[in-house]
């Protein structure tokens, strides 16, 4: 294979592999939430690295599954998908277009900087619905790991807040 | 597989492996206990959730366990055929669960202590339990903040839960001391820069929970004695019946899957 023909295949299996959506928050593809990692050629072959959100998401399963399905619609065989720890996922991987979906989407979308660590004090998020500050939080975990259930005060509409990690 | 028990070759950094893992696992299954008994739906969910994060932890372990021990062992056989006997985990992860103020005030403490050890374990030596505990550290500082609130709200509360919470910080308390133990299998890897010591982590977990215990209006129990024993193997009765549940599937049809 030349130099040339493995940029094709590559660009060709990113193409494919970038679509596929989380299986939990199906607005969101992989690439959107920083969980598609790379796409490479290795020995001729395709090799899509992704990386978790949670140590313990049950979704990777699913997701690989679905990489596998993407490559072989596009015509693309032998390709492996390789789950990586390092680096960590953060919320900040997340792109903007991919914010902008959460938030179409009812989720209000994390905030830069990743998790914070400090013991005490809350967070300020913004209502997805009608984008008022006056929110509080019902409940640090939600329907998945990556989301908190809050309500907006204003609106009176509970929302899922996409957890910063 | 086979329903008898396996043997691991526990090398020190197989020894350790296995003994994070099974906090984590141990830990974990407690949580799941939970699930369909919760006290409110959200807590339910919040239990589940931490538990997931855990169990994904151990999961992690224990694969590089295996391939460590590179004996034909795996993720399943480590948790489904070890005898408690054979389990390392620390005695306060296997305690019961006891009311909702029990299991919360178990959760304070061991988080407290997970939050700062796997963020010093991120400068580990080694790559892969580096990538561990760059996971661990971001859960477990939700862990610890999620725990910790309840701890406050409980504490603060009404007598009856005042009182509560008070005496399984007591009943807890002794088994608090073995976290920070440090033995000549882990004390070889520690010089090796492979893992840290845990002992200087104490000073941390002093303040969180000195912080916490004091927002809550409970007392910090002054009795220095610390039960141990858990790292070696020798645990209390209630690991022998948790293992009975979460085996019993794979030791009555082995190999089971679904």
Not at chain 1, 97 to 121: H, M, N, Q, T
Not at chain 2, 24 to 35: D, K, P, V
Request: glycine residues 8%; hydrophobic residues 40%; charged residues 25%.
């Amino acid at each position: 294979m030349t130099p040339a023909d493995a940029e094709a295949l590559r660009l060709r299996a990113l193409q494919a592999v970038k679509g596929v959506c989380d299986p939990e928050i199906p607005v969101l593809t992989i690439a959107d939430l920083g969980v598609l990692r790379d796409v490479a050629i290795r020995d001729g072959r395709v090799e899509v690295t992704i990386t978790p959100t949670y140590s313990g998401c049950p979704a990777m399963n699913m997701i690989q599954f679905e990489i596998e399905m993407a490559l072989d619609r596009a015509g693309i065989g032998g390709g492996q998908v390789r789950t990586v720890l390092s680096p960590a996922w953060t919320t900040d991987w997340m792109t903007e277009d991919g914010r902008r979906k959460l938030r179409e989407y009812g989720v209000s979308p994390p905030k830069p900087g990743g998790g914070r660590r400090e013991l005490f004090g809350v967070e300020e998020v913004e209502c997805p619905h009608c984008g008022s500050a006056n929110t509080r939080v019902l409940s640090e975990f939600g329907s998945t790991s990556c989301k908190a259930l809050w309500r907006c005060e204003d609106c009176r509409e509970p929302f899922d807040y996409f957890k910063c990690h | 597989m086979a329903t008898t028990s396996i043997q691991v070759n526990e090398t020190p950094l197989v020894l350790y492996l296995l003994r994070r893992a099974d906090d984590a696992l141990i830990l974990g299954h407690r949580l799941s206990e939970w699930i369909g008994l919760g006290p409110i739906l959200e807590e339910e969910m919040a239990l589940g959730n931490i538990g997931l994060d855990l169990i994904g932890q151990a999961r992690s372990l224990y694969a590089y366990a295996a391939e460590a021990e590179a004996a034909g062992n795996d993720e399943d056989t480590f948790a489904y055929l070890r005898d408690a006997p054979q389990y390392r985990n620390l005695l306060l992860a296997e305690q019961p669960n006891g009311d909702f103020g029990q299991t919360m005030v178990r959760q304070l403490f061991y988080s407290a202590f997970a939050d700062p050890y796997w963020r010093a374990m991120t400068a580990s030596g080694d790559a892969t339990l580096a990538a561990v505990a760059a996971k661990s550290e971001k859960e477990s500082a939700y862990h610890l903040r999620h725990s910790s609130e309840w701890v406050i709200r409980l504490g603060d509360g009404t007598q009856e839960s005042h009182a509560r919470v008070q005496e399984a910080v007591d009943v807890l308390w002794p088994y608090t001391g073995e976290m920070f133990e440090c033995d000549a299998a882990e004390r070889t890897l520690a010089d090796g820069r492979t893992v840290i010591d845990p002992a200087p982590l104490r000073d941390a977990w002093d303040g969180t929970i000195g912080a916490v215990l004091s927002r809550a209006t409970l007392t910090l129990p002054q009795n220095g004695w610390m039960q141990s024993g858990g790292r070696t193997g020798r645990h209390s009765e209630h690991l022998g019946h948790l293992l009975s549940t979460m085996q019993h599937v794979q030791r009555t049809y082995p190999g089971a899957a679904w």
